[in-house]
């Protein structure tokens, strides 16, 4: 109402037009007429919607409710509502199978059904390609007694595999290693689409939706490259994936018990020299419109520093960093006396070798097992 009378206000003297001042108050213009028209006649009282003060003449008087609510609570507590408002119809009673089934819902007597699953339409592919790419893994026998997971990242647009290997679990380091292997041949791409687990989302409730304010070290990763990240909330949401998954559990497997292939490096061979050039071939399609949304990305050492993990550790007294069961002493540099106390970034790569930086600059790079390769000798970009 206070905004009302601003704009009525502003109207009358002429500040703003009906239609300046309808808008303001996010309504059409005859609907600010309308208001001038009561708002003269009786004030701001005249503005007051009147159904919300009216009690409808068609609502069921509360005895009759409460007197139903109690016979069910009573006498048929654990049948179903159809089976109820049946013998309530059959005993004389004029209410609807909803406005029943909407009373015992409200006094907490019968649960609500759970929501029906929506009405699913086909999604047209991305007409580029590098619009879109899905990224998975499925766990499988894939050799007799080897249980592997295939992480596969393909092109929405033209079906084609990007990348395409073995690896004991799926996880963060599957990831950027995949996205590493496409970035690489391709170049940076628009979106990438994948189902909801931990290591590409946070979901704070189990089966709910994904908190993207509190991305993981995958999805900080996709941010720093531009990369959109979209989450898929059931396995119809991934049904070029699973199809293409399902082909791959039925060829795959046969191709590599054909060759004679069972360990993990043999495979990983494979797939890179033979299967996947030959998938490509047979199922790649053409995109529906020429063109390609890939975007070429020549700096390698950036793509290090973003494609891995990134953790924040405090220096000890002996300056020395605790990461993962691993001791890494810093060396001595001309720059400071000690690092003791001070806040340094952890990067562990792909490959396991984790170096510490100090801002701008890197103090020093370790193995996989903790030793010390290099020190002060790269500055951050």
């Known amino acids: 109402m206070e905004r009302f009378e601003e704009a009525f206000g502003a109207w009358t003297e002429s500040r703003l037009t009906q239609e300046e001042a309808a808008r303001l108050l996010g309504v059409c213009?005859?609907?600010?007429?309308?208001?001038?028209?009561?708002?003269?006649?009786?004030?701001?009282?005249?503005?007051?919607?009147?159904?919300?003060?009216?009690?409808?003449?068609?609502?069921?008087?509360?005895?009759?409710?409460?007197?139903?609510?109690?016979?069910?609570?009573?006498?048929?507590?654990?049948?179903?509502?159809?089976?109820?408002?049946?013998?309530?119809?059959?005993?004389?009673?004029?209410?609807?199978?909803?406005?029943?089934?909407?009373?015992?819902?409200?006094?907490?007597?019968?649960?609500?059904?759970?929501?029906?699953?929506?009405?699913?339409?086909?999604?047209?592919?991305?007409?580029?390609?590098?619009?879109?790419?899905?990224?998975?893994?499925?766990?499988?026998?894939?050799?007799?007694?080897?249980?592997?997971?295939?992480?596969?990242?393909?092109?929405?647009?033209?079906?084609?595999?990007?990348?395409?290997?073995?690896?004991?679990e799926e996880g963060t380091w599957s990831s950027f290693r995949s996205i590493r292997e496409l970035i690489d041949a391709s170049g940076l791409f628009c979106s990438l689409y994948t189902d909801r687990g931990s290591h590409y989302w946070h979901t704070p409730t189990a089966g709910g939706k994904v908190d993207k304010g509190n991305p993981t070290q995958f999805g900080q990763a996709m941010r720093q490259l531009g990369i959109e990240m979209i989450p898929a909330y059931s396995p119809e949401a991934r049904g070029r994936s699973e199809r293409a998954f399902k082909m791959h559990q039925d060829r795959l497997v046969k191709e590599l018990a054909l060759a004679g292939v069972a360990e993990m490096e043999a495979a990983n061979r494979y797939l890179r020299e033979k299967y996947l050039p030959a998938f490509n071939a047979e199922f790649a399609r053409p995109p529906r419109e020429e063109g390609s949304a890939f975007v070429a990305c020549g700096d390698a050492e950036r793509l290090d520093e973003i494609l891995c993990e990134h953790h924040e550790r405090v220096v000890g007294h002996d300056n020395c960093v605790r990461f993962r069961r691993k001791v890494l002493q810093i060396p001595p540099d001309r720059y400071r006396c000690h690092y003791v106390k001070a806040t340094v970034k952890v990067l562990q790569y792909v490959d396991g070798c984790v170096a510490i930086r100090h801002g701008p600059r890197e103090l020093a790079r370790y193995d996989s097992q903790g030793k010390l390769l290099t020190e002060n000798l790269r500055t951050a970009a």
């Open 29 to 168: 213009e005859r609907t600010f007429r309308r208001w001038i028209d009561r708002y003269e006649e009786a004030g701001l009282d005249g503005l007051i919607d009147k159904r919300l003060s009216q009690a409808s003449s068609r609502r069921a008087p509360v005895d009759e409710v409460m007197g139903l609510v109690d016979r069910y609570r009573n006498r048929h507590r654990g049948w179903n509502v159809r089976h109820f408002h049946a013998w309530y119809r059959r005993d004389g009673g004029k209410r609807s199978y909803t406005w029943l089934k909407n009373a015992l819902q409200a006094a907490g007597l019968v649960a609500r059904a759970p929501r029906r699953g929506a009405h699913r339409k086909r999604r047209e592919a991305a007409p580029w390609p590098g619009m879109l790419l899905h990224q998975d893994g499925s766990r499988h026998e894939w050799a007799p007694g080897r249980m592997w997971d295939l992480i596969v990242t393909m092109d929405d647009a033209t079906n084609a595999h990007y990348s395409m290997f073995f690896c004991e």
